[in-house]
């Protein structure tokens, strides 16, 4: 394929940010249509969440086999999973691997940040420039920058007069961090929280958990894969992954084929619920009745058998109490547990209610909450979540045409197309941008990556210079989504315990549907009609202007 575009030659076709799962995946498209490309990372190697997020106890929550790259039939052959829910270690590996296999990193900048991106009208191109001083020029812009990557700092006074060990999960420093012997606090019980809890408990001499909402967490039922296990996997690809691109969130399960029925009785609501939670992950979810995230009398029954599990599980009635969700199942992201529940039966674990009694300040030797109640540690943990979806978009100084940023036009909410692409922003494409389907990432990346291909050959085709998606085209994917979440009323729930679906959860971000709730099925579809309808919605120019 020739070099894109006419006029002033760019420094490179394409610059893509971010060197996780998603960048890299875009890497090797763009290699294939021949373009030349920079990437830029700000760690010091490949792996994005997985290269950050190294606190203990963290790995997956989708099994490994499909939170994997899907591209290359080898790959899939030669890589060896050694659990369901793979450590971050194993991801971390497995994506230098992907680096390494596919000669990539000899277009990575490592270390660096893009801290500016700004189109120009004269030429058409956009430049980038980076902390270390750099300017470069490219036709095509493509942030991979994650949609977890911007944490939320504490925003405790007094935390750096804390005189002891104090950490943020998704910084978490490369070195073993030794809690033997340790009072340790941990805020937060997101879905990293839940992971680390059962990890530190094991270790510390005691450990002090600070919840402000619990939530609903589902066993994982990790294991290890043996050999026949892992050669079943491998023979099986191709059916899993025609599967899961069927399946509304990605994974290769069957639907329940059931919906909430007034006639079904008690017993047999229990039996497959009860199914549903041995079979561990996310089944549970997607695989006991197809509308608990729609029918709120069938999100009733998902609900309070859980509640009943929390009970059964945590022997202090006050703490299993405190424990129990009262806001509907899946109104937030239903982190998976391993032992997170049992944990708190352990001698040396207790938990804070900080929703009741919330934290004032750090103090030089703890925590102190606004009843004036302190509680001493020698470590403090937050885990605290991210500025989801657009954090990393309005970070850095990212404009398009007339010089509009992306802070500027996201400040009343997302406006996207397709969760890919921004009027006014031209040949700039986001992958796990917002709006963008809620379901198994790697999954949406891979087919969101093979669109974003699919139309660069075409403008390299059509002698296509600028593309952009059309006013209409954007108002009305922001009126799919919407309309998507008004028929969820338990996702919408979220809205009142600060979920991170809808920018609740951080102070001063406007809530605004930051996901497209179709399904990553009927997503797919999306993307196929739009491409086979010459990218119906894209506004194109030629150097002619035509
Ligand atoms: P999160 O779900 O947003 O949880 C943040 C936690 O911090 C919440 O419990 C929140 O309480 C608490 N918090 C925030 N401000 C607080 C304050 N002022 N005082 C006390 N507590 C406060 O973040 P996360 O746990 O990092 O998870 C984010 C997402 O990352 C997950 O939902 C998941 O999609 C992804 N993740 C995935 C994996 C995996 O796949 N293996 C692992 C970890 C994370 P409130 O609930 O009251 O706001």
Redesign the pocket.
């Known amino acids: 394929m020739t070099a894109h575009g006419n006029g002033t030659r760019p420094d490179f076709d394409a610059v893509v940010i971010g060197m996780g799962f998603g960048g890299l995946r875009m890497l090797w498209e763009l290699h294939q249509l021949g373009l030349s490309v920079r990437a830029y990372e700000r760690g010091s190697d490949v792996g994005g969440t997985w290269y950050w997020?190294r606190y203990p106890g963290?790995?997956?929550?989708?099994e490994a086999w499909v939170y994997c790259m899907f591209f290359d039939e080898k790959l899939k052959q030669e890589w060896d999973w050694p659990e369901r829910?793979p450590k971050q270690p194993d991801m971390e590996r497995y994506l230098q691997h992907v680096a390494d296999r596919f000669d990539m990193r000899r277009d990575i900048r490592f270390e660096t940040v893009v801290t500016s991106a700004v189109y120009q009208e004269g030429t058409g191109l956009w430049e980038v420039g980076t902390d270390r001083g750099e300017t470069v020029t490219c036709r095509y812009l493509i942030s991979a920058t994650g949609l977890?990557h911007v944490a939320?700092e504490p925003?405790?006074p007094g935390l750096e007069s804390f005189e002891g060990e104090s950490y943020l999960?998704?910084r978490w420093p490369k070195e073993p961090v030794d809690f033997a012997g340790k009072r340790v606090a941990v805020?937060?019980?997101?879905?990293?929280?839940?992971?680390v809890i059962p990890e530190v408990a094991r270790e510390a001499e005691h450990l002090r958990v600070?919840?402000?909402?619990p939530?609903y967490v589902l066993p994982s039922r990790n294991h290890a894969l043996e050999k026949a296990q892992r050669d079943e996997i491998k023979r099986d690809y191709p059916e899993i992954i025609e599967k899961l691109r069927k399946q509304p969130f990605a994974f290769p399960m069957d639907p329940a084929n059931r919906m909430y029925d007034e006639n079904r009785s008690p017993e047999e609501v229990r039996r497959i619920l009860d199914a549903a939670w041995e079979a561990g992950g996310f089944y549970y979810l997607f695989t006991a009745f197809d509308d608990l995230l729609i029918d709120e009398r069938s999100n009733r029954f998902a609900s309070d058998f859980l509640r009943e599990k929390i009970r059964t599980i945590v022997r202090d009635p006050e703490t299993a109490e405190k424990l129990t969700p009262k806001y509907p199942y899946a109104g937030?992201?239903p982190?998976?547990g391993h032992f997170y529940y049992e944990t708190f039966n352990r001698d040396n674990v207790d938990l804070v209610d900080?929703?009741a009694d919330?934290?004032a300040e750090i103090t030089p030797t703890g925590i102190r909450l606004e009843s004036g109640e302190e509680h001493e540690a020698d470590i403090i943990i937050f885990?605290?979540?991210?500025d989801?979806l657009t954090g990393a978009l309005t970070e850095m100084d990212l404009r398009g045409r007339g010089g509009v940023s992306m802070r500027d036009k996201w400040a009343d909410g997302v406006h996207t197309y397709l969760g890919l692409c921004v009027d006014s922003f031209p040949n700039f494409f986001m992958l796990s941008g917002p709006q963008s389907p809620f379901a198994n990432i790697p999954a949406v990346l891979d087919q969101s990556v093979a669109f974003v291909g699919r139309l660069l050959g075409y403008l390299g085709e059509h002698g296509v210079d600028r593309i952009e998606p059309t006013g209409d085209a954007v108002h009305g994917w922001g009126e799919k989504c919407q309309a998507l979440l008004d028929m969820a009323p338990p996702i919408k729930a979220g809205l009142a315990?600060?979920s991170?679906f809808l920018g609740a959860?951080i102070p001063g971000k406007k809530p605004s549907v930051l996901f497209y709730f179709g399904g990553a099925a009927a997503y797919f579809d999306d993307l196929e009609k739009v491409a086979d309808r010459d990218f119906d919605g894209f506004a194109m120019v030629s150097p002619a202007g035509v």
């Not at 963290?58 to 989708?62: E, G, I, N, P, V």
């Not at 885990?383 to 991210?386: E, I, K, N, Q």
């Open positions: 997020n963290a790995r997956t929550d989708s829910f977890l939320y925003p405790f999960t998704s805020v937060g019980t997101g879905a990293t929280a839940v992971q600070f919840q402000r909402t939530n937030k992201r982190p998976l900080v929703k919330p934290i885990a605290l979540g991210f989801a315990v600060s991170w959860n």
